[in-house]
């Protein structure tokens, strides 16, 4: 007997232990503590039954016997049906006692476990929104934590994890998430609930299946509703074309958005630079880089066209000559662009810095974090020996290791790409900067108001309207910038001053705006649509469209000065074509410009 109480009790404690490890995951750990007290109890019922032949007469025997034998025991009695010497009860005592005092422990365990479950399986099943995770990694975790702190309200779901982390595991719990081994095209949808998806992708090559499965699935699924079902793609731009290929076929049931790495990375580095890009005079920028997230800045900040002023761009690599000949292959009027290459291994990149230019700001995008610090204090060396250099130059600098934000404390470098920070919610979504780019792409059909429907009549869900009008929301919030960057009067209320600036200097400004427009489109592989290339257009798309998005052709990829020619030869060929559909490029730069203010909320 001795030892079935042994066996019971180290079967208790076993599931004490096991359940103390997957306590971030309650549904586990209830069933743990379950099945732990259910073999602990038919451990000790089982003598009992081998007696008696009778489950109901053993349980009521084994029930009888440890009441009835604890109490003995605690008397210093011999218990019902023992015959014990003094060391045999000495051991039996210690058993029982212990079995007891770990009994209700297990016992309240479960109780604490079984009832945190029932509250959040009705907190879940209760709300209104729902956080679709493909993965639980640093990423994923990190998104869900910015949700939660913001008190935006919600679940959280972790699919595809099988054994997770126990850290990951505990910061699940955090967020009172849960963490399911299926797959996200295998959930259920509720009747009247959002749900945004998350789809994000790592080197696994799965991931590409997994989310054409999902855009694929749910709109098949019971209680889809288009209108509450976003998915949101993050990747980089080498999955570019997989993106515009998932948008082209599901694009009429799914609103897809894509998140890019390198593109969230990169406007953060220019929202830290801003009040430096925006000054009235001839800007110098310096990028150092060895991977892709150079060229990405290069190309928004190009895309930006602050200001009518000259600028100029300095892209110091390693590998500058490479990445010159890869954008003449993708732009091939790229050398249009006041951008230099130079050339230099790491260490030499100071030499490349020339003692008569005044840079306004210089980036720093190594992928190696200690390399990119040393850099960035090197080149702050140099530059401030200048005398011509009134004032070092703000130094920003990408680290991506968080541990490095908190020791590294330098005036005049700037760190960026803390992993918590970049993969914050409102970073990653960008929600002000979503809003504005809506009202951008409504402006363009003169519209102020737009239900769902409207917006994907209009072609809004389409990726490239997305991507073209995400790209002006944020020019115009660099333009909003610049202009104020001349306000002297405080008592100016700062739409009135915007309005005032642009009514006086609105052709200038429409000038730089279609500079801004036309760098946007070449870089993204648009090109010119001239001759008898427009009057194709119109004939394929029936009167309806003078460009053509699926071979990237514009005919407004002009100059400003050639920008009314253009406008009349379009609407020529309309006219030749019968179609009453008329073109109007010149007034929707100065639209709009006009418009800004209602764009970005200006007060």
């Known amino acids: 007997m001795s030892l079935v109480m042994f066996a019971a009790l180290l079967v208790c404690v076993g599931g004490i232990i096991k359940a103390y490890r997957d306590r971030a995951d309650i549904q586990k750990a209830s069933l743990t503590m379950t099945a732990a007290i259910s073999l602990a109890i038919s451990i000790l019922v089982f003598p009992y039954y081998l007696k008696s032949s009778d489950l109901l007469i053993a349980v009521?025997?084994?029930?009888?016997?440890?009441?009835s034998g604890i109490a003995l025991s605690v008397n210093g009695d011999i218990p019902y049906e023992l015959e014990l010497n003094e060391t045999q009860l000495k051991i039996y005592r210690f058993f029982l006692y212990n079995l007891y005092i770990f009994g209700p422990i297990a016992g309240s365990m479960f109780l604490i476990t079984f009832s945190a479950n029932v509250k959040n399986a009705l907190s879940f099943f209760g709300q209104k929104k729902y956080y679709v995770f493909s993965t639980l990694n640093e990423q994923s975790i990190a998104i869900a934590e910015s949700i939660f702190n913001k008190k935006k309200g919600g679940k959280f779901i972790f699919c595809n994890v099988d054994e997770p982390e126990l850290d990951l595991a505990n910061r699940v719990r955090g967020v009172h998430g849960i963490m399911l081994k299926i797959a996200e095209d295998e959930l259920k949808l509720r009747k009247n609930r959002k749900y945004e998806f998350f789809e994000i992708y790592e080197e696994d090559k799965k991931r590409i299946t997994s989310t054409a499965k999902l855009c694929e699935e749910l709109p098949k699924k019971k209680n889809y509703d288009d209108e509450n079902i976003i998915v949101r793609i993050f990747a980089d731009s080498s999955q570019r074309e997989l993106i515009l290929n998932l948008d082209e076929q599901y694009s009429e049931e799914l609103y897809l958005r894509h998140i890019d790495e390198d593109r969230?990375?990169?406007?953060?580095?220019?929202?830290?630079?801003?009040?430096d890009l925006c000054r009235k005079k001839g800007n110098h920028t310096a990028i150092l880089c060895d991977s892709s997230l150079g060229i990405t800045l290069l190309k928004d900040?190009?895309?930006l066209s602050v200001s009518e002023e000259e600028y100029s761009i300095t892209l110091i690599s390693p590998q500058a000559e490479d990445y010159r000949d890869d954008l003449l292959k993708q732009v091939p009027e790229f050398d249009r662009y006041a951008v230099e290459f130079c050339e230099r291994s790491y260490g030499s990149e100071a030499s490349a810095f020339e003692k008569e230019k005044k840079y306004d700001c210089i980036f720093v995008l190594y992928e190696d974090d200690e390399l990119a610090y040393k850099t960035a204090v090197q080149i702050r060396r140099v530059l401030s020996s200048f005398s011509a250099q009134l004032k070092c130059p703000k130094i920003l600098c990408y680290v991506g290791d968080p541990s490095l934000h908190k020791i590294i404390k330098e005036e005049e470098i700037v760190l960026f790409g803390d992993l918590e920070k970049m993969c914050s919610y409102d970073v990653l979504v960008n929600p002000g900067l979503e809003k504005a780019a809506e009202k951008v792409h409504l402006s363009y059909f003169g519209l102020e108001k737009a239900d769902e429907d409207v917006l994907e009549n209009s072609g809004f869900y389409e990726y490239q309207n997305q991507e073209s009008s995400f790209a002006e929301a944020l020019a115009l919030v660099y333009k909003?910038?610049?202009?104020?960057?001349?306000?002297?009067?405080a008592q100016v209320s700062d739409r009135d001053f915007i309005d005032a600036w642009l009514a006086e200097h609105l052709e200038e400004a429409?000038?730089?705006e279609h500079e801004r427009w036309n760098a946007y489109q070449r870089i993204h592989g648009w090109r010119k649509a001239e001759g008898e290339m427009i009057g194709s257009i119109i004939e394929k798309y029936k009167g309806e469209r003078a460009n053509d998005p699926k071979l990237r052709l514009h005919p407004a990829i002009v100059d400003y000065g050639d920008l009314e020619r253009v406008q009349n030869e379009v609407n020529e060929c309309f006219k030749r074509y019968g179609s009453d559909k008329r073109v109007d490029y010149l007034g929707a730069d100065k639209d709009i410009l006009k418009k800004m203010t209602w764009i970005l909320d200006v007060k």
């Open 301 to 303: 900040l190009l895309c």
């Open 480 to 489: 909003k910038a610049y202009i104020l960057s001349q306000k002297k009067d």
């Open 60 to 67: 009521i025997e084994a029930f009888h016997a440890g009441v």
């Open 264 to 275: 969230s990375l990169a406007l953060e580095a220019l929202s830290l630079a801003k009040g």
């Open 510 to 512: 429409a000038a730089w």
